[in-house]
């Protein structure tokens, strides 16, 4: 048995990881168990059942012996011995009981040191590894705020720390034209959570329509209670979304809970996206007044929805809102198809021109 300055030691040792890392002590001590216990068969070929390996901190114990059964005639030397053999460690002991061999733990020798470290080390990278992922899922598919800790020179992708959680952030998943810096506090939308083989990793992002969502929910009183309904999102970040959004109180006017007094909710969020262009449109179930809100700001005069059940539509503006109805570079007509899940076709109402946005 360790002598009691070696226990007094170890447990302290044990508790300032455990203070140090967050890592469970119990699990801490599953571990240093196998190890020993690893050890232990190797260096005295014994049956992993022959081996007690005692460790509590409540009590201060660190005890490891090799359990053998006293008989007349050895058969089996890792697991029975002799009457003669037997009294060394218990003066009463007699054929058919068991008898503990106490080992010093500073028998095990160098190999058995190295086993056990590593298993310890192993064992603290997957108690980090668990609750890594625990933390990631808890924010899946939510909006977390990150500190910025580091932007690669090169691809531009950036670390970002939220809880005691890591993971990088790609150019791709950053909206354009915005610049991050090291220190910078930002808002991410948490779209998955994989578990790989170097640990959890979670997939963050910039550019998610989930991302408008959430704040909107955070921003919007009436959507966190369910008032109003966000029905759907289309979104090209750093430039516009449109949002679809249904009162389930007649009330409650939906757009301008979204908008709120003066703009004030809505401009919170615009800021937060840096200036990305937002447009908050009524959602019915009938496809034409909702593909005619949808083409918002445009006006348009009418909506005619294929009659073979498809869902594809001719919509007419006047003259002067095609182009608007369209939007630079078909932006407004495509963001609207998306919203709907139309196939719009804008005329004018001379009939001049004909476009198709999918």
């Known amino acids: 048995m360790a002598k009691q300055n070696d226990s007094t030691e170890f447990f302290e040792a044990l508790h300032l990881l455990e203070k140090e890392k967050g890592i469970d002590g119990n699990y801490l001590l599953e571990k240093i168990r196998a190890a020993i216990i690893i050890a232990v068969k190797r260096d005295y070929a014994a049956e992993e059942e022959n081996i007690i390996v005692d460790i509590s901190p409540e009590t201060g114990t660190f005890r490891v012996a090799l359990r053998k059964q006293v008989v007349e005639q050895v058969e089996d030397a890792s697991q029975q011995m002799l009457p003669e053999q037997a009294v060394r460690y218990s ?57 910025v800790t580091h932007v690669d020179p090169k691809t531009g992708a950036a670390t970002v720390e939220f809880g005691k959680a890591v993971a990088v952030l790609p150019l791709t998943e950053q909206i354009d034209g915005e610049t991050l810096t090291e220190g910078m506090r930002i808002k991410l939308y948490v779209v998955d959570v994989k578990e790989g083989e170097k640990g959890p990793r979670a997939l963050i ?42 009162s389930k109180d007649e009330n409650v006017d939906a757009v301008g809970a979204c908008i709120g ?65 369209i939007g630079n570079r078909g932006q407004n007509a495509r963001l609207a198809a998306r919203l709907t899940g139309w196939k719009i076709d804008i005329h004018p109402e001379s009939g001049y021109y004909t476009g198709t946005e999918n």
């Open 261 to 325: 007094q003066r703009g004030t909710r809505i401009n919170s969020i615009v800021e937060e996206l840096g200036g990305e262009k937002i447009d908050v449109v009524e959602y019915s179930d009938d496809p034409a007044k909702f593909i005619a809100a949808a083409l918002s700001p445009a006006k348009v005069l009418s909506v005619e929805p294929d009659p073979s059940g498809a869902k594809n539509c001719k919509v007419t503006v006047p003259d002067a809102q095609l182009s608007l109805a």
């Open 91 to 147: 003066k009463r002991a007699k054929v058919g009981d068991f008898v503990d061999i106490p080992l010093e733990t500073k028998q095990f020798g160098r190999i058995a040191a190295q086993t056990a470290k590593h298993v310890i080390r192993q064992g603290i990278r997957e108690a980090e590894r668990g609750q890594q992922l625990v933390e990631f899922q808890s924010k899946n598919q939510e909006l977390v705020t990150a500190l």
């Open 205 to 246: 992002s910039r550019t998610h329509p989930g991302l408008v969502k959430r704040l909107f929910e955070m921003d919007v009183p009436e959507i966190f209670n369910g008032t109003v309904e966000i029905k759907s999102i289309a979104r090209e970040a750093g430039s516009r979304t449109k949002l679809a959004v249904l």
